[in-house]
Each structure stands twice: as structure tokens, then as C-alpha cells.
């Protein structure tokens, strides 16, 4: 493929906060440069920005100039980093953060740009969870009508989702909810921006958007929930896009903004997560894909359909066309180490720390590998952002047990840590007892680079760990999905495998160590099966909401 | 009273890291001088002085030379501190932490002075904990045989008692135990030393002896726990003096130490936290007086008898001659803040406590006085040292639930205050089940002074708090029971009148804050009962100890 040797694909992800794209060379998937841009607005959770209306507890939005910002700065930047001439750039692909969704008008216009002091008009992050209330609703008239698309979701679909926000919208703001011509993911949006076509790509509709065999929720359902409900889909798009598809070609606009040749092919929108297979080249049956950093998504596909409980989703065509894509994860990994860094290491470990020129991760890390399993004496539940699989619930939260006078920070640590692991052996035991096996455990994000934790992970698994072999798994599985859609490969499995790339058998497992972490693993599943009814944890939560509401503010960030 | 006007008493407080000497005048209870001495020895938890030999998990032994150096320094410094003539002194008092217990020959030698390399040979402190399965066995045979005293301890004796950890000794070192010709309260031993005359108190021997209905556990009992430990009543105690007594003179050899007048009053031995109730002037029946501290012991006098679950104890003249005195406890309170800033406080709250010139503990306690009841979602257990009432189960440990990543230092820090009025809580409520009023709640240790807690403390126990008057509660009391051995008073309650002093109504309970507690106190209930049953807590503790057996030296600190 000579062509291909010449040839350049641009990948860009879109994460929580930032954007990064890098510059990929076809025939290899040699990273050949790279750029980031910060999101100016960071993630907005306490208050909007400009006049200050503040949120209600478990907000989270973005701003889409955010968004933009990284085509114009992070694109340009990283094909100047590449030192190529951008005549040589054949496509450009993308991936987000997913449900990131968006009220906008039918031209595309958000409706954050004519209202921005209305916090319903914002972008919602895939971690705003104050839509709970909503995707309970849901959930409990889905089962009691047997809605035949719920066991597609694990029996539950997240508040996080497209069809709670949107429900959240209508109730809480329902003029912003009636502008709202588009209910759009960012991932298709920026697509829209991109090519100045509206699509609307299968794996978000699938797995954000209820969209089952052919079809959304009825409307007679979504009268059910709200009379003025009913017209929801309409919002949403129809025509689906396979991944790896072409959504278009580069706008003059576009082309100006990211300095890239106009009219190059541009992918169909895609998400983070599911891009990463094509990057560790794993899209073949089996392979699960735990993309692991703030939280943890994993994605496997298969060539059977199960219901597998408390799955984030199962989607045809949702990571490769062909195959049924699974999607399974944990609200907060690294979101945990950071808070409990952050919030619980005293001056003496950070201190030390400094003194010696390492993180203070790798400190407690450090001394957290000194001791033989079980010698702490904890078990922690990992919920500190509630709980994605396998219970699929956003108002639990944290629990340690066994702390005595002499628990030390390293303990602590070691043990959110294995609650972490403990959480993917739930969800890897659970895929299994339904029925879809999982081959191979494939881990890429920024925690792969952790060797202590890599460890804990293949010892409380009992598995050999696989690792991606590039830091940048999203962004280089976009870039593949580039390739693809510019027609330089034949499909995403023979693109992953030509660009993609991963190490196996990284890290053993320790049979002496996976039987201790068996005992502490079934202390796991006890705290889990106890508190996993949801019965203290959302009392708690409830207390907790009434009280900060009576201080500050009302709980759901709208002013009447 | 004249005479009084013009007449000392001595009270020294031999407490768990240090002892301290108060000088008090007969006549009202003022105190004159006070100084302090710390042990040299401090608490030995995990290594033996001198040759270094590496105790086990949950060890704790004191020197009996640190209590004599008190005698030496803290007493004559108290007196100079004082500005009196030591010819003004008619009596001296003690108290001490209880059940602290150790071996010694017959002439009162304690055996570490002649084997120091034997851990076994030692002053076990109150808060050793590793006869836990000592005492498991105590109480699985005294329930199977229904032996009569153990409802006096609300169906459970302890493992920090004096039969647990002498079985204890005997199995682990039969021949310390077979040298040891007593087996001795430190309260006991000090006034030996002073006095020459070897006493035992009402009241260890009640609380912590089993003495009860005029006698001990039965040789036959005994037996069938161990057939060797048949004879241990034979090292204890017989013929028991009353609290506030005379023990004896002061001897030539004790004057020298102390620089008081050869042959002053002695008074009979007494615990801590028994004789702050007469400090407190809190000695009538229905007077709780919580001494609250690293850990709480709560002591109250009641004219009827009842068998309240989970007390540590109800002994007949047991705090007061003529009443039932009753006795009940938390494990850790201040030593669980303590632990909590020592190893979970940030540096940027530490920083910010100094700059501003205040305690780390004041700092965190302000930020949390700020917030609502119940605003930061969390509700903890408060068994990081144990469960003394009304579980009575060592093998506890701590529990917290509800972290999210917004929690915070100053959240866990008020959940951990909370915890502890909540097992206060349980307390109260349990002894008001079993038909024992509680009629005013008395507070003294170092807590008073923490404003915030004090409110908390109200707020959930619903109830008004009295304040104990003096700093030196337990010094105080002592002085108080000198005043009645030397003669001075007819009586410990006549003395406490005069020399004792509490503020009623020191804090007051709010209303709204009360009922938004009770909710939260729901929630504490309902984590008591499920880990109060143990199975996961003593399983954690069970790996724990497995774990670092295995890592470092077997669990009970003895080479064979």
C-alpha cells in the first residue's frame, strides 16, 4: 500500500477536559505527532459561567466553544508537531465522551449560544447525574410494561443517558426543552460542525439513545412518562451511520479552522471507549477492552446476543459492524485515587514525597505493594461516583470497612485500589455467567501505566493483563476510523489490525496472591449485595440533598 | 471545719501516656498546684525496651517504673507548684486507667523487673487487646454453664479484663504465669508501694475481677476453661477494702519519693473514671458522668439493680458505697480524631491551621460546625479501637459510608464526631431499656473543651450537658476519696459536695438540629446491627492477622 505511506489521518478525542488530536500515518499507524488543548471551562459543576447561576448537586455541563477551541488550536498544533505538509492528511476521525448531549437548534446552533444563562441549555456531561430521578422513572414503567428494549441495557438505563437528560430538560426548563429542535450527542455534533452534515452515528443512538432493532422508545411510552414526552424522538435522528462510515467532507470552514485540506473524508462520530478496540486491536469476539483512567469503560464484542445483568449496553454493529457490541463500566477509578490524594494524604506523605521526586501515587503506591494482601485489613466499595455496572446506580456511594487507629494512608489507598479491581471482576464474572465468555482482558487509559495497580488487577482477576501499545488509544482509534472512512482500509478489524496494537501477557497473575484476594473478594461481594439494595446509601443521599438544599439553594439548579 | 481550711490532699491520675499530681484544698476543692510526668516508656505496642522483642497485633504494655517515677517527680513538683508546706498535706489519693494488670511475686516485685525479655512479664495496659479469643472462650463457657455473674456484665466480660488476660498468660507463657504469685491491678500496686500493705479495691475487683456476691468464678469454671487455671483467684485478691478508705500510712521509703510527711493517709485504690464521678459532684443516683477522652467511660450510681446488655459492669459499692454503680464505655473517641488528622488531613489544612494559629482539630471542627445536619451524606462507625458497650467485641473495627468525591477532611471529621455521640447514644437508650434512668448526662475529660462536640453531644442525645468544673477530674476525685480516707468528710458524696463541681446545662439541645440527627441516628443503628454481629469485621481482622503473620512474626508476640 505505497499510498498509504505517504499518507496522514488525524484522530481527535474529545475527553472530560481536554481535546487532543494526533496525527497518525495510515500504513502503520505510526503516531507521528501530537496536540492538546485545555477546555477553558474545565467541566462547569458549581456555576454557569458569565452571571454565575449556580447548579444543584451532581451537575455537570461543558461549553461547545470548548469543543471548537480544539479544532482550531489542538489540529493545526499536532500536524505542525508531525512536521508533515497537511496536504498529506487524508481523513480525520473523532471520538467523545459519551452521553455528552446537547439541546441545539435544527441549524445545529446550541442553544447555549442564545440562552447561556439558562443551565438546561447547556451541554450535559456524560457525569452529570442529577437526572437520577428521571432515569428511575423510566427504568420502573420500562419493567412494568416490558418494554422489550430494557433487558438490552442490563435491565436498567443511567441517568447519564440521553432519554433521563432529555426527561430532566422538559421537566425542569420546558422552554428550553420546546427550542430544542436537536437532542444531539457531541460526538455527532461536532460532526455536523465538521462536515456540515447532520448525522447521527449507531453506536451512541444504541447505547445512549435506546435505539433497538430499528426503533426508539414508542411515543405511547414516552406519553407514559410525560404526555409532553411523546414528540421526544423527533428530536433525535433517524438514519444512522455505521462506524467507520464517511459522515461527509471537511467544510471550507472547517478546513480553516483546523488548517487541513478542505474536503478530506471525516468518520462518522464515535466514542472514546469504543475507538480504543480499534486502537489495542482488539475487535475481535472476547476481547475486553477496559479503558481505564477517571472511570472505567469496558467494551468486548461478540457473535452472540445475551442480557447480561446490569450491562451498561449490548448494540448491534456498536464497536465493529457485524458483531453485537458490549459496553460495561465503573463511574470512578482514577476519580478516586485523585479524591483520596487530594483530600486524605497528610503533609508527611506529600512531604516525603516531594523530597524524594515522586508523585504522591507512587509513594503510597509504593508502600502499598510492601505489604502482603489482606494486611490492611479493609474492603472498600468503589462508588464514590456511584455504581455503572453491575447495579447501575448513580446515587450510591462509598464504603470502608475495618479501618482501626493504626490504618494508615497506604492502606486506605491500596484499598480503593483493589475495590477498583474487585468492581471488574464483578463485571467480567457477570458477563460470563451470561454466557459471553471473555477471552482476553485488554486494558488501555493512563492507568496502564501503574505498575502496582496493573498488578492487583491480574492477581484479583486471575488473568494475564494485555496492554494497548499507545498513550493516545482514543485518539489513534480515531485516526482508524479515519482511515477507514477514507477508504485506505477495507473495514475497522483489517484497519486495527495494520495500525492498531497491544502487548500480551503483561502482567501474570500470582496464584499465591489471587487465593488472598479471594477471601477479601468475597468480603467484596458481601458489601456490595448489602449496600447494593441502595436502602442506607440513598437514604443518606437524600438527607444530604435536603440539607444542602436548605442552606444554599434548591437541589436542581433552576431558577423559576 | 478549721482544720480543713488549712489542710491538703494529694491526688495523683495515672493515666495511659502520662501522671499527674493535683494538690487540693480540704476545705472547698481548690486546686493549689498540679504538674505532670510523662512516661518515659510511653505505651509499649510494638517492641519491648531494651533487647527489642517484637510484640504481636494489638499489644499494649506499660512499665512499672513509669508509675514510680510519678511518685518521684510529679508529686513533690505539685507541691512546689503549690507554694504549701508539705506539712499541710493529711492524705493522698490515687486512680489509675483499669484494667491495667500485672504480674508479681508475693512481696509485690512485678516479674519485668526480673525477666524484662519475656513480654508476658509485663503490666498489660487497658488496651490490650490480644485476649480477645481468651475472653471469647470466657463468655461462650459462662453463657453454655450459665454462670450467675455474667449478666452483671451485660452478658459479656471483656477482653482487657483481668481473667482473659491472665488465661491469656498462662497459655501463652505458662511459666511467667507460674511465677506470677499475684496477679495485681496497677490501682492495687501503687498503694502497695506507698502504703507496704497490699489492698484490693471494691471496685477493679468488681469491674474487672468478676468479683461479685462475695466471691470470684468458681475453681470449678476455671477448670473447665483450663485445668491449670484453676487456682488464678489464688494470685488475686480476698478480703477488699472500700473506695474512699483508709489503705494505709504512707511508708518511710514513699515519703522519700513523694517529700510528704511519713504516715499521712492512704487512700484505697480507685480507676479513673470512678472517681471523677465525685470531682464532678455527679455521685447520686441517676448522674451519668461521661469521662471522655482518647476513649469514654461512663459511670453512674443507681439504688436498683438491673442486667443492661452490653455494660461493662454493675457492681454493688462499685463507685459509691451503698449504690449499685454501673459502668459503660466507648473504645475510642479522641483517639479516633487524633488518628483521623494524623493520617487523613491534607497539608493544605494544615497550612491553613497554622497560618491562622489554630489546631488542626479546631480548623476542621469550625468547617464543620458550618454545615447542616446531615449535609455531607455520610454516617460512620465509630469502632476503629473496638466495641467496650453494648457490643462488647474488640475485634471491631471502623466502618464509613457514603463517601463521594466531593467529600471532604471536615466531613469525615464531624461523621467520626457523630459516630461517637451516636454509640453515646446507643448507650443511654440502653440503659434506659433496661429500667435504669439516666436523669442528667455529666460530661469531663479533655472533650469539654471542644464547643462543637459538646453541641453535637446535645443535639443527639437530645439532652442538656453538665460540664464538670475542673480540669483535673480524675486527680480532683482522687483527692476527694484522700479527704475521706484521711478522715476529713464523713463520706464520699459529703466530700464531693463540698470539693466537687459541675455546670448544669452547659449546652442546651436544639430541636431542629435533634430531629435531623435522629434520622442519621437511624441509619448508625441499622450499620450497628449489621456489622455489630462481626462475621465481616472479625473475618477482615482474621486475614489481617493471617497477612502480616505471615509477612513478619506469628501473631501473639511470644518466642517459644
Redesign the interface.
Given at each position: 500500500m505505497n499510498a498509504n505511506a505517504d499518507s496522514y489521518v488525524i484522530g481527535v478525542d474529545f475527553g472530560t477536559l481536554s481535546g487532543r488530536a494526533v496525527v497518525v500515518r495510515v500504513s502503520d499507524g505510526a503516531e507521528a505527532g501530537t496536540a492538546v488543548h485545555e477546555f477553558a471551562h474545565r467541566v462547569i459543576e458549581d456555576r454557569l459561567p458569565g452571571d454565575g447561576v449556580r447548579l444543584g448537586p451532581d451537575w455537570a455541563l461543558q461549553s461547545p466553544r470548548d469543543w471548537l477551541d480544539v479544532l482550531r488550536t489542538a489540529v493545526p498544533e499536532a500536524v505542525a508537531a508531525a512536521g508533515i505538509d497537511p496536504s498529506r492528511v487524508i481523513g480525520l476521525g473523532t471520538d467523545f465522551t459519551a452521553c455528552t448531549v446537547l439541546p441545539a437548534r435544527a441549524d445545529g446552533t446550541p442553544l447555549c449560544f442564545e440562552t447561556p444563562e439558562r443551565p438546561h441549555a447547556w451541554p450535559k456531561l456524560w457525569k452529570h447525574h442529577a437526572a437520577q430521578a428521571h432515569a428511575d422513572r423510566i427504568n420502573a414503567l420500562a419493567a412494568e410494561r416490558g418494554e422489550p428494549w430494557l433487558p438490552r441495557y442490563g435491565g436498567k438505563i443511567s441517568s447519564e443517558w440521553e432519554f433521563a437528560k432529555g426527561l430532566q430538560v422538559l421537566e425542569e426548563d420546558p422552554e428550553v426543552y420546546a427550542r430544542a429542535e436537536r437532542w444531539i450527542e457531541a460526538a455527532d455534533w461536532i460532526i455536523w460542525q465538521l462536515t456540515g452534515v447532520e448525522t447521527r452515528n449507531v453506536c451512541t443512538a444504541g447505547y445512549k439513545g435506546i435505539f433497538q432493532d430499528g426503533s426508539y422508545p414508542s411515543a405511547d411510552f414516552l406519553a407514559a412518562l410525560n404526555p409532553d414526552f411523546a414528540g421526544f424522538i423527533d428530536k433525535l435522528g433517524h438514519d444512522l451511520s455505521s462506524l467507520g462510515g464517511l459522515a461527509g467532507r471537511l467544510t471550507p470552514e472547517a478546513a480553516g479552522w483546523t488548517k487541513l485540506p478542505e474536503g478530506i473524508a471525516v468518520a462518522v462520530g464515535n466514542v472514546d471507549a469504543h475507538v480504543t478496540s480499534a486502537a489495542a486491536d482488539a475487535v475481535r469476539p472476547g476481547q475486553m477492552v477496559a479503558i481505564m483512567g477517571t472511570s472505567t469503560c469496558h467494551v468486548m464484542s461478540s457473535d452472540r446476543l445475551a442480557e447480561v445483568p446490569g450491562m451498561c449496553g449490548v448494540v448491534r454493529d456498536g464497536i465493529v459492524p457485524g458483531l453485537w457490541g458490549y459496553e460495561a463500566g465503573q463511574s470512578?477509578v482514577g476519580?478516586?485515587f485523585a479524591?483520596f490524594v487530594?483530600?486524605?494524604?497528610?503533609?508527611s506523605y506529600?512531604?516525603r514525597a516531594r523530597q524524594r521526586g515522586q508523585s504522591v501515587h507512587d509513594l503510597l503506591a509504593e508502600l502499598a505493594a510492601a505489604?502482603?494482601?489482606?494486611?490492611?485489613?479493609?474492603?472498600a466499595l468503589d462508588w464514590?461516583?456511584g455504581n455503572r455496572s453491575v447495579l447501575v446506580d448513580h446515587d450510591l456511594?462509598?464504603?470502608?470497612?475495618?479501618?482501626?487507629?493504626g490504618?494508615?494512608?497506604e492502606d486506605?489507598y491500596r484499598a480503593l485500589i483493589e475495590a477498583t479491581a474487585f468492581g471488574t471482576r464483578v463485571i467480567v464474572e457477570t458477563f460470563e455467567a451470561a454466557g459471553v465468555p471473555v477471552e482476553e482482558f485488554v486494558v488501555a487509559g493512563g492507568l496502564v501505566k501503574n505498575p502496582f495497580l496493573m498488578q492487583v488487577y491480574a492477581d484479583v482477576l486471575r488473568r494475564p493483563l494485555s496492554l494497548i501499545g499507545s498513550e493516545q488509544g482514543p485518539a489513534l482509534g480515531s485516526a482508524i476510523h479515519a482511515a477507514v472512512a477514507a477508504g485506505a482500509y477495507d473495514d475497522i478489524q483489517r484497519a486495527a489490525a495494520a495500525m492498531g496494537r497491544r502487548r500480551e501477557n503483561a502482567y501474570l497473575p500470582d496464584g499465591r496472591a489471587a487465593d488472598?484476594y479471594d477471601?477479601?473478594y468475597a468480603?467484596y461481594r458481601?458489601?456490595h449485595d448489602?449496600?447494593g439494595d441502595g436502602r442506607?446509601?440513598h437514604?443518606?443521599?437524600a438527607?444530604?440533598n435536603?440539607?444542602?438544599g436548605?442552606?444554599t439553594e434548591p437541589p436542581n439548579g433552576v431558577r423559576p
Open positions: 470512578g476519580d478516586i479524591w487530594d483530600n486524605s494524604v497528610p503533609a506529600t512531604g505489604q502482603p494482601v489482606g494486611a490492611h485489613g479493609l474492603v464514590h461516583n456511594s462509598g464504603v470502608i470497612v475495618g479501618q482501626t487507629l490504618t494508615r494512608p486506605v488472598a477471601r477479601l468480603e458481601a458489601l448489602h449496600f442506607m446509601l437514604a443518606l443521599r438527607i444530604r435536603e440539607a444542602r436548605s442552606a
